[in-house]
């Protein structure tokens, strides 16, 4: 190791007594993980490896130490639970004494594809799988040039807290952030996924309160002329997909911020659900499936090495994680203009929204804060008819900051860019809701998208929407006239207009629950 990592584990208690794998090729670590029967490879040479009971993130789980610098800036609640920095100590400590028992791999990475906002991240985990994810999706430096380290990641994925209720914390598994001392303690839970949003969580504090930075959960890419596109989205809605285009590049798929005048990645990979995959559907991301790549909680066809993208028994939630110059049509900078496009993609399920809508900014802030989409039937237990989702800021699960921080950030950045065109994108029904009509095609979507972004809708004008007001366009060259208007579509048209009154007061009313100061100074 170099002497500033060597200084930095010794100033968190991290004193190892066994080995320490520090910056591993990933050759080695498959190596290790084969070894260890951590993980097995697959036909195409991706390694696959099991999470253990827990596949996803934990929510119930996650706190934010509370002190004199955050006490006053995150918007504390349900998804932002505080605890002390006294309990954050017994933590560390804890962890600490955990990991110095045991063998450990480290690694040191870059979030954040810009010169003048990169952050070191150095992790800490015990796993060759976990530490190939940390590879995969941060961004590798030089760490023989580092000159910092500006947060460490602690993932003690085997340690349980047997006195959690003691400790008062409701689980023996737990994800802690100390955002001022810019330390993360994983404890209990081998999801690979708490690292990464931990990460973007914190800089989704850090950007906007030291820089003035807005941070978004969204993809990105950028067409020949420079012109730039965000994708928002919550999960299921084609974020991933619908910013993967030919004729485009991608500068990222998930995580990015938007300075004076420059978008840019966080990460230097891509962490894609595979539930379902093809070649056919999704040849870029099926294609990145190889050696290098890091498969969690699939199963193989019976007596094969062939990995079975419909085998859900394990979770719904089977992911792939690798580094983005795996994918064809990757803008290398991982940087691009501010945008002259915007999509807000919502699945709905209630088939009552346009294929896409043009929005005015004060629109534009309302879908941003409501962060829109359904669940439908198999997606969760005990869902049996479509279920409206709200998430602020299209994502709330990982924004410290209170919502309406960030939508005024948006706000300003339409302000001084009067050009950029906003869109709402319906992915989901249309011509009936879930259970009766049929999920849009994914090449009208597509098609939608660019004419968009060549002009074409808006030269050929645009409707409004009698229930929600929006700008619907009149025609699109290779789609079907009558799919651009939802009502059309219906045979009952009564039903149709009493579906679109019931979801556009379950907008109202989840947009409600923000004060009437804070819309007021949002939409002015």
């Not at 504390?76 to 017994?90: A, I, M, T, Y």
């Not at 090495?305 to 979770?315: F, G, H, K, M, P």
């Not at 299209?394 to 960030?406: E, I, K, Q, S, V």
Request: aromatic content about 10%; proline content about 5%.
């Amino acid at each position: 190791m170099t002497k500033l990592i060597s200084v930095q584990l010794e100033a968190l208690g991290i004193r190892p007594v066994g080995p320490v794998y520090f910056q591993l090729p990933v050759p080695e670590l498959v190596e290790h993980a084969i070894n260890n029967k951590d993980a097995e490879l697959s036909e195409t040479g991706a390694l696959c490896f099991k999470t253990g009971i827990f596949t996803g993130r934990s929510p119930e789980s996650r706190f934010l130490v509370k002190d004199a610098e955050t006490a006053e800036q995150i918007n504390w609640g349900e998804v932002n639970k505080p605890v002390s920095p006294e309990l954050f100590d017994q933590l560390l400590t804890r962890v600490s004494q955990y990991l110095s028992n045991i063998p450990v791999y480290v690694r040191s990475v870059q979030a954040c594809n810009h010169k003048d906002y990169a952050q070191n991240v150095l992790t800490v985990t015990e796993n060759p799988c976990q530490d190939i994810f940390v590879n995969n999706m941060f961004i590798n430096i030089d760490v023989n040039t580092q000159e910092s380290v500006d947060w460490t990641v602690l993932a003690a994925s085997q340690l349980k807290l047997e006195d959690h209720e003691a400790l008062g914390l409701p689980t023996s598994h737990c994800v802690v952030l100390d955002l001022t001392r810019h330390i993360v303690l994983i404890m209990g839970t081998a999801y690979t996924g708490e690292i990464k949003k931990s990460i973007f969580s914190a800089l989704n504090y850090y950007l906007p309160t030291k820089h003035n930075v807005l941070t978004m959960h969204c993809s990105a890419n950028v067409g020949k002329d420079k012109d730039t596109a965000l994708f928002f989205g919550l999960s299921g809605t084609g974020k991933t997909t619908l910013s993967s285009d030919h004729g485009r590049l991608l500068i990222g798929d998930d995580e990015h911020a938007w300075t004076e005048n420059e978008v840019f990645n966080f990460e230097g990979g891509c962490y894609a659900k595979t539930i379902g995959l093809t070649q056919q559907h999704e040849p870029q991301i099926f294609n990145a499936i190889r050696f290098g790549a890091l498969l969690e909680n699939v199963n193989f066809k019976p007596g094969t090495r062939e990995v079975d993208y419909n085998d859900n028994s394990i979770t719904e939630n089977m992911r792939a994680s690798y580094p983005i110059e795996f994918l064809e049509n990757v803008n290398p900078k991982g940087y691009g203009d501010s945008p002259e496009h915007i999509f807000f993609l919502s699945a709905d399920a209630f088939g009552v929204l346009p294929p896409i809508s043009k929005l005015t900014p004060e629109q534009a802030m309302f879908y941003f804060i409501n962060g829109y989409t359904a669940k439908v039937a198999g997606t969760e237990m005990g869902v049996k008819t479509p279920t409206a989702t709200f998430s602020a800021c299209f994502g709330a699960a990982f924004m410290p900051l209170h919502p309406m921080r960030y939508a005024e950030m948006l706000k300003r950045k339409l302000e001084q860019n009067p050009n950029i065109q906003v869109w709402l994108v319906n992915t989901g029904w249309v011509a009936g809701p879930y259970g009766v009509g049929r999920r849009i095609q994914l090449s009208y979507t597509r098609q939608l998208i660019r004419s968009a972004m060549d002009g074409h809708l808006s030269e050929a004008g645009f409707e409004k929407h009698l229930v929600f007001d929006l700008q619907m366009p009149r025609e699109c060259p290779d789609v079907p006239s009558n799919i651009l208007s939802p009502r059309k579509m219906w045979e009952n048209t009564e039903a149709y207009e009493e579906m679109a009154n019931k979801l556009k007061a379950m907008f109202e009313e989840n947009y409600a629950q923000y004060s009437v100061a804070e819309l007021e100074k949002v939409v002015g």
